[in-house]
Every structure is written in C-alpha cells, then in structure tokens.
C-alpha cells in the first residue's frame, strides 16, 4: 500500500471518528465553526488528525454510544474545546 493511500485512509478515519464523537458530545458545530473564525475549529482538526489515540478512541465511542452526552474522555486532545461547544 502506497503512501498517499495510508494518508487517505488516516484522514478518512480521523475525520469519521472526530465527527462521531462531536455527534456524540452533542457539540454545536455551527457554533464551533464560528469561534475565532474557524481557527478554533481548524486547530481541533489538525489535532485529531494527527493524534495517536485512534483505536482508543474508536473503542471509547463504541462503548459509550448508547450513553450519548458526557464528556470526552480524558486522552481525546480536543476534550476542552467539545466542552466549550456543547
């Protein structure tokens, strides 16, 4: 599997589990976007895309999806700013 294929696939995965968990989190995304012009928003991005805490993640939204609400969990990066937008 060639690089750009790896880097698809990452940003594919990052993307989905980052919009779950906003899903999740009842964060208002409209809301989010509109902070500082969106930089907030862009620097959430770029920390889920680049953060090593995937599988992690995926159990933790797998596990709480009945649960709905609550917080982030203690190693998701981005835990203050879905916090400051629910």
């Given at each position: 599997m060639g690089i750009a294929v790896?880097?698809?696939?990452?940003?594919?995965?990052?993307?989905?589990?980052m919009g779950l968990m906003m899903t999740h989190l009842d964060v208002d995304q409209e809301s989010a976007a509109q902070e500082r012009l969106g930089l907030s928003l862009a620097r959430a991005v770029r920390a889920c895309l680049f953060c090593r805490h995937g599988n992690a993640c995926e159990a933790w939204?797998?596990?709480?999806?009945?649960?709905?609400?609550?917080?982030?969990?203690s190693f998701c990066t981005n835990r203050d700013f879905f916090e400051t937008h629910r």
């Open positions: 790896r880097i698809e696939k990452r940003l594919e995965r990052q993307s989905s589990l939204l797998s596990s709480s999806a009945q649960a709905g609400g609550g917080v982030a969990p």
